[in-house]
């Protein structure tokens, strides 16, 4: 049973335009959601969080929008560059820190 | 190092023997993570420490997997009678505190894989 899942396990962007990756949960006591980034080889790395009393948390190009009612998030990237090209995971949190990921989806971004 | 160092970053052992993997956490972090991630899966939780006790260790697949913090620093993984199927890469993570929302600092992980 998933509880976090990112439905698209690849997205391609030109560089320059948005990119939109998108995670779907099911679990109404999750309280805190999170994205992470990961490059071949190496740990997750945090980039984003985002508080369930708030619905947007903006920080430099990327932006994570929260809708609680349809239990979904998404994650902006604008504009879009070639080094943003990595693997991305939500995460949702509900005890402090025992997270749930969702699968990930690869982001190309195209020069 | 300043980051989660994880030991050796590459395991390769028969089915059937035991291995052990190693996680220092970035010093002065309290709270301590084991997760496994196999292909094209996100990480799955497995154990949290929080100082030297186990807080939670319910994703523990089965008795074949322990893991121990036995100063409250650096931890190790054991994995008895290893099989095909644990074959991963198995990430550990660490945190300010283990409660509230301190983003997890995740090392690069070992790859293990079982012949």
């Known amino acids: 049973d998933q509880q976090v899942k990112q439905n698209s396990p690849s997205l391609s962007v030109q560089e320059g335009r948005i990119s939109i990756l998108n995670c779907d949960y099911t679990?109404?006591?999750?309280?805190?959601f999170l994205w992470y980034k990961k490059y071949p080889a190496e740990g997750p790395t945090f980039l984003i969080s985002?508080?369930?009393?708030?619905d947007k948390n903006e920080d430099g190009r990327f932006t994570v929008f929260l809708n609680k009612s349809a239990k979904h998030l998404s994650l902006h990237i604008v504009p879009s560059q070639p080094g943003d090209s990595a693997v991305y995971f939500c995460?949702?949190?509900?005890?402090?820190?025992?997270?749930?990921f969702g699968g990930g989806t690869r982001l190309m971004v195209k020069p | 190092g300043a980051g989660v160092s994880q030991t050796p970053s590459n395991k390769v052992t028969e089915k059937g023997k035991y291995v052990e993997l190693r996680c220092d956490p970035i010093?002065?972090?309290?709270?301590l993570y084991w997760y496994r991630q196999s292909l094209g899966q996100g990480p799955e939780f497995l154990i949290y420490?929080?100082?030297?006790?186990?807080?939670?260790d319910s994703g523990l697949p089965n008795d074949r997997f322990f893991a121990v913090r036995p100063e409250g620093s650096v931890s190790t993984l054991k994995i008895q009678r290893t099989e095909r199927g644990d074959s991963a890469v198995y990430l550990c993570?660490?945190?300010?505190?283990?409660?509230?929302?301190?983003?997890?600092?995740f090392g690069n992980g070992t790859r293990l894989t079982v012949t």
């Open positions: 985002i508080s369930s009393i708030k």
């Open positions: 010093s002065g972090h309290t709270a």
């Open positions: 993570a660490s945190s300010l505190i283990g409660q509230g929302h301190s983003p997890l600092h």
């Open positions: 420490f929080q100082g030297t006790g186990a807080a939670d």
């Open positions: 995460a949702a949190d509900n005890a402090g820190n025992m997270l749930t």
């Open positions: 679990n109404s006591m999750f309280d805190y």
